[in-house]
C-alpha cells in the first residue's frame, strides 16, 4: 500500500487555478491507479479523477471535466491535480488514494489508503 501526503491547497478566487500534489511513500506506487477526493461541509466524500499506473488513462467525475487534469510522475512518485476555471463549489478537503483495481471506474467505491487532505476554498 502507498501512504499518500497531499499539498498545495489553499484561498483562490472563482475563475483562478490551483495545482495540488500528492506525494506518495511505498514501493508499489508506480504500480498502482490513483485517485483524487473530496469533502465540503456537511457532505459525503466524493469522488473527484482517478489515472492509471502508467498515466495513459483518466476517468472524471461529470462536474470536474474539462477544469480538473489529474496527472503522475511515478520517478517522483506523485499525482498531481491541476484545477482551473474554480467554482465556489469547488471548495473542499481533497485527499488522494490509492485505486485498489486496475479499472479506473471502480475507483470511487475501491479506494483505500487516504491521506490527511489538503484544503481548496474558492471564494466568489
Known amino acids: 500500500q502507498v501512504q499518500p501526503v497531499e499539498s498545495g491547497g489553499g484561498l483562490v478566487q472563482a475563475g483562478g487555478s490551483l495545482r495540488l500534489s500528492c506525494a506518495a511513500s511505498g514501493r508499489t506506487f508506480s504500480s498502482v491507479a490513483m485517485g483524487w477526493f473530496r469533502q465540503a461541509p456537511g457532505k459525503e466524500r466524493e469522488f473527484v479523477a482517478a489515472i492509471n499506473w502508467h498515466g495513459t488513462d483518466t476517468f472524471y467525475t461529470d462536474s470536474v471535466k474539462g477544469r480538473f487534469a489529474i496527472s503522475r510522475d511515478n520517478a517522483q512518485n506523485t499525482v498531481y491535480l491541476q484545477m482551473i476555471s474554480l467554482k465556489a463549489e469547488d471548495t473542499a478537503v481533497y485527499y488522494c488514494?490509492?485505486?485498489?483495481?486496475?479499472?479506473?471506474?471502480?475507483?470511487?467505491?475501491?479506494?483505500?489508503?487516504w491521506g490527511q487532505g489538503t484544503q481548496v476554498t474558492v471564494s466568489s
Open positions: 488514494a490509492q485505486c485498489r483495481l486496475a479499472m479506473l471506474t471502480a475507483c470511487p467505491t475501491t479506494a483505500a489508503s
